[in-house]
């Protein structure tokens, strides 16, 4: 059970403004969105910024989805990481890969790029400065853009998992 009551979308025209774009650009009212409601401006920040990160970067949506497996899996941010799957899918990877992100060191699943990402990834989550070595590895694989994408996506959803799962969300599943 939330932490925090999820707001209603028709308690004032801002927020019944806001909730109609976010139904417009996402299909649908995720809980997620419901909490952000308590706080319109945060909430207008928040879709511009994960709109940008999933729609309008130019890294390829497997690597911006592998990341976000992997944060969802090392936050124990269930919410996101059952979200996710789909768009996983969608984006080529495969179930097996999804399936094996637990243990991703040891499969043999994963190429090159995918490891790379998947240690820069884990550096960023559970360490935070990441070491030189890490990011070397991926520099032969992106450009200076598709590198910025990509510590963009991994830090923005480290936030979104920590706000699940401060306060509790519920799944929308």
């Not at 899918?89 to 790379?116: C, M, Y």
Request: aromatic share 8%; hydrophobic share 45%; charged share 25%.
């Amino acid at each position: 059970m939330a932490r925090l009551r999820y707001a209603k979308e028709d308690q004032d025209e801002e927020v019944a403004a806001l909730a109609a774009q976010i139904r417009k650009e996402r299909g649908q009212m995720h809980n997620l969105y419901l909490m952000l409601l308590n706080s319109p401006p945060v909430a207008r920040g928040w879709l511009g910024l994960l709109t940008a990160v999933r729609k309008q970067c130019k890294l390829p949506g497997r690597f911006r989805e592998l990341a976000i497996l992997r944060i969802a899996l090392l936050n124990r941010a269930h919410y996101e990481y059952e979200g996710h799957v789909p768009f996983a899918l969608k984006a080529g990877l495969s179930q097996h890969q999804i399936d094996d992100l637990p243990n991703w060191k040891t499969s043999e699943v994963f190429t090159e790029i995918e490891r790379a990402v998947l240690t820069y990834t884990e550096a960023m989550t559970k360490d935070i400065q990441v070491p030189d070595a890490v990011f070397a590895a991926l520099q032969p694989h992106f450009a200076t853009r598709e590198l910025t994408e990509l510590t963009a996506t991994i830090a923005t959803y480290n936030l979104v998992s920590r706000f699940l799962e401060a306060l509790k969300i519920d799944s929308d599943h």
